[in-house]
């Protein structure tokens, strides 16, 4: 039986990575975009050239209604989700004097609201079914902090309760709940940081480059597997040795 996949901000750097990985382990996966996403086409044509035929389901995760209309469309498409990756993220960086309350919110929203907003429509029938993965994208900023992040390393942390609180909830009905927390990783949203600042970042990785999504993705591929079923609550820090946790 194939295992049906979720894996939302799947169109980013880190997430067309997960999606791969999550295929090559013999998933249906099903890829999250914003509505209206106007690289959509193009993504799924790209995917397709390099053999993978991902399904796609448009939904805002920061926004309740949209997130749960996503579910049930997901649902409906493509049977009941086995497995979730919670992976679209913003930053929004500014120092907590100069941030705007937009900036709050927006983050808070994208990458702490959405784990409530998405999983709580698909962790009961996880549940009912007694088989289920859920892994969250977090960061190490959010087990560190960051000086311009304090609403991004806030949701991060927050996603960390978050998921070591929903893995005791759902623990004895066979779902694990998971971290990943990555250090940099070369993609959009490290590009647009200033390179001096990325630079001086990474000359403190022990591991001495960026992180590549593949990295990500083959920790969040292993957190899904049969073979990580005892392991729950859990981060696992892809970050090169820059904090080790
Ligand atoms: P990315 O390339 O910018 O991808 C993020 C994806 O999330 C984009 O496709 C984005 O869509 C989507 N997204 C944003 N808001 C959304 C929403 N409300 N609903 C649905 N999708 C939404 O960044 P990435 O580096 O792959 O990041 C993936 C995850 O890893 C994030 O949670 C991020 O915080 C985390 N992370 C990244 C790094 C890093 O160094 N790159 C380090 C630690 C943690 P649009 O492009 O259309 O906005």
């Known amino acids: 039986m194939k295992r049906i996949a979720l894996v939302t901000g799947a ?20 890829a999250n975009c914003l509505p209206g996403d106007p690289g959509k086409d193009a993504w799924l044509a790209a995917q397709r050239a390099v053999g993978h035929d991902f399904g796609i389901v448009e939904g805002d995760v920061a ?17 009941a989700v086995d497995v979730l990756v919670n992976n679209a993220g913003i ?16 983050v808070i929203a994208t ?16 549940a009912d079914r007694g088989w289920g993965r859920i892994v969250n994208i977090a960061s190490v900023n959010g087990v560190r902090g960051q000086a311009g992040q304090t609403n991004y390393a806030a949701a991060k942390a927050g996603c960390l309760g978050f998921t070591k609180s929903l893995a005791q909830e759902v623990a004895p009905r066979g779902v694990t709940v998971n971290a990943v927390a990555p250090g940099y990783i070369a993609t959009a949203m490290t590009a647009a940081m200033r390179t001096d600042v990325l630079q001086t ?3 403190d990785v022990p591991v001495r480059r960026a992180g590549r999504p593949e990295d990500v993705a083959a920790a969040v591929a292993f957190l899904c597997s049969a073979a990580a079923g005892y392991i729950t609550g859990s981060t696992l820090h892809v970050n090169g040795g820059l904090h080790m946790a």
């Open 91 to 106: 930053t929004r960086d500014r120092s907590l004097a100069r941030m705007d309350p937009d900036a709050w919110h927006a």
């Open 11 to 30: 169109l980013g750097g880190i997430g067309t990575a997960i999606c791969q990985a999550l295929a090559g382990d013999g998933m249906t996966v099903v």
């Open 63 to 79: 926004d309740d209604a949209s997130a749960g209309a996503m579910a049930s469309a997901v649902t409906a498409r493509y049977g």
């Open 111 to 126: 990458n702490l609201g959405s784990l409530y907003n998405v999983t709580r429509h698909l962790v009961p029938a996880m």
């Open 201 to 203: 970042l990474l000359d």
